[in-house]
């Protein structure tokens, strides 16, 4: 009985003994969560420009939120009519709201022009007969090619008609061939020509 006894003391310090060892370990707290990184505002990025749709002439894009003068100062095909333009004092109405309808001669079309011819249009006695020469190419509206009609007359700024005809799909204005048609500015339309109109 006696050693009975002690057997059960001898197993129940060895229970107390771990229970205490136990309550003094450290306490291991669960491993944390990693921390989401904190997410940063999207900045809002600002749209794109749309590219605008235009016409190429004298290799630059005519677009239609450039006014007249603006489109054909970039055109390398159309200098002198610019030049012309500028010595008349029409940029400044040909930029304006109009709206307007030009047929607009190239290089090339002045150079068929009689030798000289040009050089004494610029010459400032002469801006009267430039002035004449150049509002001859402008008629008021703006006319795209679809609004034409074969045979049509077509009121100028300079007072006198544009007589339009159409042959198998080729538009004409005063006997000039229209060589691009409807390039679209903010304030009317232009239709390149390959010759000057000269007034009567």
Known sequence: MKKNF?????????CIMMLAACSNAPETKAPMEPMAPKMEEKK??????????????????MVPSKNIVENA???SDHTTLVAAVKAAGLAETLSGPGPFTVFA???EAFAKLPKGAVEGL???????DLTKVLTYHVVPGALKASDLKNG?????????????????GVWMINGAKVTIADVISSNGVTHVIDSVLMPK
Do not use: C, F, R, W
């Open 6 to 14: 002690m057997s059960y003391a001898i197993v129940a310090g060895g």
């Open 105 to 107: 001669p190239t290089n």
């Open 44 to 61: 809002m990025e600002e749209p794109m420009a749309k590219k605008e749709d235009g016409v190429m002439v004298g290799g630059a894009m």
């Open 152 to 168: 049509q007359k077509l009121k100028t700024v300079q007072g006198t008609e544009l007589t339009v005809t159409e042959k198998d």
């Open 122 to 128: 610029l010459k400032p006695e002469k801006k009267a």
């Open 73 to 75: 100062v970039g055109s």
